[in-house]
Each structure stands twice: as structure tokens, then as C-alpha cells.
């Protein structure tokens, strides 16, 4: 209980340097994640992770769920959605070239509590944020919204998500825009909000770039707002920004009479439409890594060291429920793994054995579908592959390095959508990858 106390004070002592958006726009619900309608291209040419080239990526993070529920919450938060998140959060630090990655781990946890599900900012959120977390990966706790009320106040902000810079924890609600994980994330990896400051003149970042400090050399931009040169100055954008993201606080000026004129996709801003925020600039960039070079966890999550082999995952992860199931297309070879997750604890690694894909079959007659197996560089794990025409299983086998033909057919396969489930059968560190191709 005292420390329960000494959290809440902590919290409420610093609370100014706690990282959180709220949600200005009324209509801002309608434009999040379980309201977007995703396509399959959208999936395929967008936000997925396979838009990673191996040479660019420096680090891959994982990335561990906590999610609020009650006993009579009617939509939990399942693998398909957490997936979503994961590919949206490698969409935005894959199109800036960050060379960051971050995966899903599969122990994410459900935490059964009603008196939660609504999160209060001030007293609930520190006190879960310092009970709820795992070593060696970004923990994110979802709950179903995030509520900012002061002591004596009746007043209420819903918040869409926020940043604990004591535990090192994003809590973020379920009815979020695309690009809030990746600014929460943002916080995480050093960066902090362009506008910090800049309603009090003392602390306020100048709109020129060129202009030092009181007896100094340094730059004002390199000391204000976020420290970083090449993000422009700018109010709080909340208010300062349409839907279309244009700006239009054209009479805002900073303390020396200069207008602003801010970024309004930078994804540490504070956009009235989140959506506007797409952008990281080379210093953020620069920031994010130096910031996980010294994380001392870092060695193990930079894909370029030996050791780490095993702990990479394929471009197709997460995919190891039959909700979170890649698409597979005839006659294109997919190349997947079997890897484990770090923990930071003794003897303690999470394994994650199944992969899941899915094909359809479109044809007017029965067919002959071939699924053909390899590895990689002579190497091959032993799997079993089990198949499903919707629902109903109708093949199962298993391949391994004896086989002399790693090829399955399905005889006579009807028009329909197949489900494919590949399960390691033998841990081998040296034997995780296999290569499948699907033909007629």
C-alpha cells in the first residue's frame, strides 16, 4: 500500500513529463484501427512488415501486449488486431528508414479486471504500468480508454494513449489512430513533442534556426521544444490543424514575432487528425538509435550479431494463429522460421513453432494442388503440415530432412479458402527456416 502511495505522489508530482495525446476531434473515433477497413492489398503492398529490407534493419524489438478486459467485454483484443498494430507500427519507422523493426511476442496477457478496463490516468495507469511489464522488450498495456481527471475537477479528457518514462511502458486504449503506437513508441526510443514548452515564452523553442542561447554557443533549437534542428517549431497543432492537415494558425507567432511554420506530418506532433502524422526527420532518426545503442538490452535485438539468429523472425511474423494467417500466393515461394524470443531470464526463452498461411482456390472444377517444400542451404526442420479447407481438416503429414520428396498434394481440391498450419516438431536452432511454394 505505501508504495501503491509513494507511485501515485511520484506520478502526480511529475506528471508534466508524462507523454500523452488526447482525443480532440469528436469524430477522431471513427478514424482508428478497428474501424479501418484493411484490404488485402493494403496488407500485402502498405504497412507490411516484408517491406523491411534485412540489409536496412539494424534492431528488431519485441513487442509485449497487456490487455484490460472484463468477464463481459463482448470484443476482446485478439492476435488479428495486436498483428495490425505490429504492421502499422513497421509501416511508419519502415517508410523513414529508421532501421528499427519491432515484433510481436506471443505471451501477450489478458488482465481480467473490470475496475480498470477504463484506465485513470493519474492514480490507475502508473500503478499498472509498474506492475504489468516484461524484460527485454517494449511492454504496451491496452485498455478500453485512458481517463485524465484532476483532483477537485470535474472535468474529463479521454486520452488515446501515453508514455511512462519511469517504468519505460506505453498504455495505449483500443480505439486508437494508426500512427499513436508509433508516437508512444516514439517517446520510448528518446523522442520528445515538437511544441514542448512553447506556451510559456521561458521555455518556448524560436522559430529560427539560427538563433543561441543567452551566453552560449549552442543553438536555441538544439535546447527547446525537442532539442532537434530539423523539427520545426510549432504550437500545440491540436488546435492549429484541419482534418486535410493543413495549417492554419497563420497569425501564431513565437516570442520574437516570427510565424510558424510547422511540420504537419511529423509523428511527434499533435495533429487535430492523427492521421495527418507519417513522418520521422533524419535528427529523430539519428536520436531513436542512439537511444537503443545504449539500451542494455540492445545486443539483443541487433539483427547483424550471430548469436541473435534465433531470435529473428521472418518478414511474415506474427502469423502463428490461424487469425493472424499470411496469404500465400500460387507459384510465389514464401520463406518462414521458426525463432525464439529472448527473455532476459535464466533458461527461460519463449519458442514460437507455428506458422499459419492461407491460399484461395478459385476454380470452376476440382484440382490438384501441390504444396512444395524446402530449406536452406541443405538445412531443413522436421515440420507437420496440416491442412484445412475452411474449418475441417484434410490432410495432415509430416516432412523432414530424410524426406525424399517435400512435396504434398491435395487431390481433387475444391473452390474455397485453405488454411495451412506448419508446426516445428524438433527444436533445432540451426534447422528454422523452410521455404513453401503453392502450385497447380
Known amino acids: 500500500m505505501l508504495l501503491k502511495h509513494i507511485l ?93 523493426r519491432f515484433s510481436l511476442r506471443p505471451d501477450y496477457q489478458y488482465i481480467n479486471n473490470a475496475n480498470i478496463v477504463n484506465l485513470r490516468y493519474y492514480t490507475q495507469a502508473p500503478i499498472q504500468a509498474m506492475k504489468h511489464k516484461s524484460k527485454a522488450c517494449i511492454n504496451v498495456i491496452i485498455a478500453n480508454t485512458l481517463i485524465k481527471k484532476k483532483f477537485l475537477s470535474s472535468r474529463k ?34 523522442l520528445k513533442h515538437p511544441h514542448r514548452g512553447w506556451k510559456y515564452k521561458r521555455f518556448q523553442e524560436p522559430v529560427s534556426r539560427t538563433k543561441k542561447m543567452p551566453f552560449s554557443n549552442k543553438k536555441m533549437c538544439e535546447k527547446k521544444g525537442d532539442g532537434l534542428c530539423d523539427t520545426p517549431a510549432e504550437p500545440n497543432l491540436t488546435k492549429y490543424t484541419d482534418n486535410k ?91 518462414h522460421s521458426f525463432n525464439k524470443v529472448y527473455t532476459a531470464k535464466k533458461n527461460t526463452e519463449i519458442s514460437d513453432h507455428v506458422d499459419w498461411l492461407f491460399f484461395d482456390l478459385k476454380t470452376t472444377k476440382p484440382q490438384q494442388i501441390n504444396l512444395k517444400f524446402s ?26 530432412e530424410e524426406s525424399i520428396i517435400k512435396e504434398i498434394k491435395i487431390s481433387k481440391a475444391l473452390a474455397g479458402k485453405y488454411y495451412v498450419k506448419i508446426s516445428q516438431v524438433v527444436e533445432n536452432e540451426t534447422e528454422n527456416f523452410y521455404t513453401i511454394m503453392i502450385g497447380k
Not at 507523454?19 to 469528436?26: H, S, T, V
Open 8 to 100: 501515485i505522489f511520484l506520478f502526480l508530482l511529475f506528471s508534466d513529463h508524462f507523454y500523452a495525446q488526447f482525443f480532440f476531434n469528436e469524430n477522431y473515433s471513427e478514424n482508428n484501427i478497428y474501424n479501418k477497413n484493411v484490404s488485402s492489398s493494403d496488407t500485402d503492398n502498405i504497412y507490411n512488415a516484408s517491406n523491411f529490407k534485412n540489409n536496412q534493419i539494424r534492431y528488431n524489438i519485441p513487442v509485449k501486449f497487456w490487455i484490460i478486459i472484463n468477464d463481459s467485454t463482448n470484443h476482446k483484443v485478439g492476435p488479428a488486431f495486436l498483428k495490425e498494430l505490429i504492421q502499422y507500427l513497421n509501416y511508419y519507422y519502415s517508410i523513414n528508414n529508421t532501421g528499427i
Open 157 to 190: 479528457k479521454n486520452f488515446a494513449g501515453t508514455y511512462n518514462p519511469f517504468s519505460k511502458t506505453v498504455i495505449i486504449t483500443r480505439n486508437i489512430s494508426t500512427s499513436t503506437l508509433s508516437h508512444e513508441i516514439g517517446h520510448y526510443l528518446g
Open 375 to 400: 530449406g536452406i542451404k541443405y538445412s531443413f526442420p522436421k515440420i507437420r503440415i496440416s491442412v484445412f479447407r475452411e474449418k475441417k481438416i484434410i490432410l495432415l503429414k509430416e516432412i523432414s
Open 245 to 335: 492537415c493543413n495549417y492554419t494558425g497563420w497569425n501564431v507567432t513565437d516570442k520574437f514575432g516570427e510565424v510558424y511554420k510547422p511540420n504537419t506530418h511529423n509523428i511527434m506532433s499533435y495533429t487535430n487528425n492523427r492521421e495527418c502524422r507519417n513522418k520521422f526527420t533524419k535528427q529523430q532518426t539519428e536520436l531513436m538509435l542512439n537511444t537503443l545503442s545504449k539500451n542494455k538490452y540492445a545486443d539483443y535485438w541487433r539483427i547483424d550479431l550471430q548469436k541473435n539468429k534465433a531470435y529473428l523472425p521472418d518478414a511474415f511474423e506474427p502469423d502463428n494463429h490461424r487469425e493472424t494467417a499470411t496469404e500465400i500466393f500460387f507459384n510465389t515461394p514464401q520463406t
